[in-house]
């Protein structure tokens, strides 16, 4: 807690900088006031409105000096937020298409602290780097955070999509949701649904001259999801869903102008034919799934009609058909993108990294081994044990970051380890930060899936590693994601062996391969002993 000249009571973000980073006149925007020198401008947020619009007030430095032990809570060196409007969007993007896209946040978290506001894209956020702040916005308890998308974004998914509502029916519909998911009945079902598109996938990978993994892993992971929420399976129907789908979600960053022509409008037109041939198969299943009222549940359709026929949401009710396809495209965002995403660079780091390759090797033919000897099929746990894999699978999403933070918006003034996110307010939660932090991990750029030896069952693990969010809306594909990869890992590194071109990973605006990674695949018969040199 801080005092204006006039007495006045403020909080400020940050740590005290007054050294001569703060006094030198750089990019950041810092400056030192010449005209008194004992005096800079504070970047401040206040607990009043008015200092919403991030007005900088004069403090008196050697009254922050001496409050500076209160409560952690301290004064940050100057700073602008940029240019009108744009803010530091440019500084933003450079970064994000650089191959450090954490610089923007760890330049501004040396000068300024842990959290710091800036603007973004049009938007006065404050930027958390700090992994207990993270877990308390994410945790959300007294519901006051509520999640903000970009504008884009909430046209296309609507006010009522899981992504965007906060409350009850967020917490009713991450509860079922979540339950089919880790459901042993699906657990079994999807391990074999997986290992099928998996195993057809590669067989034709190994048909090809060359594979740019990142288109081709979509066709696979899109089967994958579509069969867990609605049962389809390959064909014209999964085809046709692909188009409209990809189309759809083309809009989700883009300029928020809806007439016809834009990008906006094509996305929306593409989710109604979306929702119409979802609707299609709701409806064919409504009777059939009311009489097989006891028996486990499917498929997604099968649980959200379940929980329309019992609930009692006269909305859910009156439009069941409507409430329900709806639901299933908004499932089908979160897990389109992410999964190639994950896959894809996990086949780019192994191809970068071959002693970690070889152990992943030696790893999934011991198991595979096994398996042949004693007859018996694979399960859901038998992937999910192998631990050099999961350290893979988890050095993967710490390294790249697929959802680099969450966006979420304060509905009252919050205080979080001193700093305060006033009403208002944005506040991003940025997880890319937290996972590159070197105080937090050793050589962070350095691929080391043995590093999750050392980690898993730290007491901070989970607070430091947050790939699928956490708290109320901690991802409820978490499982059934690593359970994909892994399936896909183990039938790749026994089947076959590859050698990638160069390529280049770009985070903006989403992760992705540069060239979609190309690789040449060829079948190989492997036997006892593994050496490096096979790859
Ligand atoms: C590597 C793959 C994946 C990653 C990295 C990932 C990451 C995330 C993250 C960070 C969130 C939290 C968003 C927030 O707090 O605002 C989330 C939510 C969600 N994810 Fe995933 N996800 C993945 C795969 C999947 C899959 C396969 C599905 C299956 C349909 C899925 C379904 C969902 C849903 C429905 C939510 C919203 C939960 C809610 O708000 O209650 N995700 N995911």
């Known amino acids: 807690m801080g005092k204006t000249d006039k007495g006045e009571r403020v909080l400020f973000v940050g740590k005290p900088l007054f050294d001569k980073e703060c006094l030198v006149n750089g990019d950041d925007g810092m400056k030192r006031n010449p005209e008194i020198g004992d005096f800079v401008e504070v970047p401040i947020v206040k607990s009043t409105r008015e200092s919403l619009y991030g007005e900088a007030l004069a403090i008196s430095k050697q009254s922050l000096l001496h409050d500076a032990g209160v409560n952690a809570v301290v004064a ?4 602008s937020l940029g240019w009108p409007v744009i803010g530091e969007t440019l500084a933003f993007i450079a970064c994000g298409y650089s191959s450090r896209p954490v610089t923007f946040m760890d330049k501004r978290k040396s000068l300024y602290g842990k959290a710091f506001k800036t603007n973004i894209i049009g938007t006065p956020i404050i930027i958390s780097t700090d992994a207990e702040v993270n877990k308390v916005v994410l945790q959300n308890h007294g519901n006051t955070f509520v999640p903000a998308y970009p504008k884009s974004i909430t046209e296309l998914l609507g006010e009522n999509s899981i992504l965007s509502i906060n409350g009850p029916h ?4 991450h509860t079922i949701i979540g339950a089919f998911f880790r459901s042993p ?4 079902r999807i391990t074999r649904d997986i290992e099928a598109s998996v195993g057809l996938t590669l067989d034709s990978w190994a048909q090809l001259p060359v594979v740019h993994v990142q288109d081709e892993i979509k066709r696979m992971t899109f089967e994958v999801l579509v069969k867990l929420l609605m049962s389809i399976s390959r064909g014209e129907d999964l085809d046709i869903l692909k188009l409209e789908f990809e189309e ?16 906006l409008y094509k996305s929306l037109k593409a989710k109604e034919r979306l929702i119409k041939i979802v609707k299609k198969v709701v409806k064919e299943r409504q009777v059939a799934t009311t009489e097989r009222k006891n028996s486990p549940a499917n498929d997604a359709v099968d649980v959200l009609l379940r929980d329309v026929s019992d609930g009692a949401s006269s909305d859910k009710q009156s439009q069941p058909l409507d409430f329900v396809s709806g639901k299933i495209v908004e499932m089908m965002i979160p897990g389109e993108e992410t999964m190639p995403t994950a896959m894809t660079l996990a086949v780019k780091f192994l191809s970068d990294n071959p002693v970690a390759l070889a152990k992943l090797v030696e790893e ?13 099929e694979y399960n ?17 999403l710490r390294m790249a970051n697929i959802i680099n933070g969450v966006w979420r918006k304060a509905l009252e003034d919050v205080e979080i380890k001193g700093y305060l996110i006033p009403k208002g307010w944005c506040v991003l939660a940025s997880f890319i930060s937290v996972h590159m932090d070197e105080d937090i991990y050793e050589n962070p750029y350095q691929f080391d899936p043995w590093r999750w030896d050392r980690i898993n069952g730290s007491a901070n693990s989970n607070v430091c590693f947050t790939p699928f969010g956490g708290g109320q809306r901690l991802c409820p594909g978490l499982e059934l994601s690593k359970l994909e990869i892994a399936i896909f ?11 990638a071109e160069e390529d280049k990973i770009v985070s ?14 060829a079948p190989v018969e492997r036997t006892y002993h593994i050496s490096v040199e096979d790859h």
């Not at 940050?76 to 700073?79: I, K, L, M």
Request: some cysteine; overall charge positive; hydrophobic content about 35%.
């Open 508 to 521: 903006f605006p989403t992760v992705k391969m540069k060239r979609r990674l190309p690789i040449r695949v």
């Open 185 to 188: 009945h699906l657990k079994e």
């Open 248 to 263: 759809f979600i083309k809009g989700l960053i883009c300029i928020p102008i809806n007439f016809p022509g834009t990008r």
């Open 170 to 173: 967020q917490k009713r519909l």
């Open 380 to 396: 859901w746990s038998d992937y999910m044990s192998l631990s050099f894999t999961q350290n893979v699978i988890n050095e993967t």
């Open 489 to 499: 890992l183990h039938q790749l590194v026994t089947r076959y062996s590859w050698t």
């Open 364 to 376: 999934n033919m011991d198991v595979k081994r096994r398996k042949l000897e004693s007859g018996e």
């Open 76 to 79: 940050s060196c100057a700073r």
